[in-house]
Nanobody, 124 residues
Framework: VQLQASGGGLVQAGGSLRLACAVS????????MGWFRQAPGKEREFVAG????????TYADSVKGRFTVSRDSAKNTMYLQMDSLRPEDTAIYYC??????????????????WGQGTQVTVSS
């Protein structure tokens, strides 16, 4: 399976961006899917994602109420709508997929497939 992330850019604080993750090779619903981000000098962290079992969503506390993860099965694409962006949201954003395990995981090491990353920069 291959993942292609897109949609990053430069935005002012309070603005919005929508990231997209196009999946090829397998259907989106075959995997637990997640968005992660990594800021300079920091570890990669979970942002949001959804489970392949039932499609339930999970969010990091830092983005709850501001970010929304969704998917379009017809397009085999996952999205991350980011509103009320803050300078601390600046990072490279990655999408990832895993078919491992039964329960949804937020641990980056449990994800087998990764997109190439897209830069999000929020200016103050």
């Amino acid at each position: 399976v291959q993942l292609q992330a897109s949609g990053g850019g430069l935005v002012q604080a309070g603005g919005s961006l929508r990231l997209a993750c196009a999946v090829s090779g397998r259907t989106l619903g075959s995997y637990d899917m997640g968005w992660f981000r990594q800021a300079p000098g920091k570890e990669r962290e979970f942002v949001a994602g959804f489970s392949r079992r039932g499609g339930s969503t999970t969010y990091a506390d830092s983005v709850k109420g501001r970010f929304t993860v969704s998917r379009d099965s017809a397009k085999n694409t996952m999205y991350l709508q980011m509103d009320s962006l803050r300078p601390e949201d600046t990072a490279i954003y990655y999408c990832a997929a895993t078919g491992r395990g039964f329960f949804f995981t937020t641990t980056p090491g449990r994800y087998d497939y990764w997109g190439q990353g897209t830069q999000v920069t929020v200016s103050s």
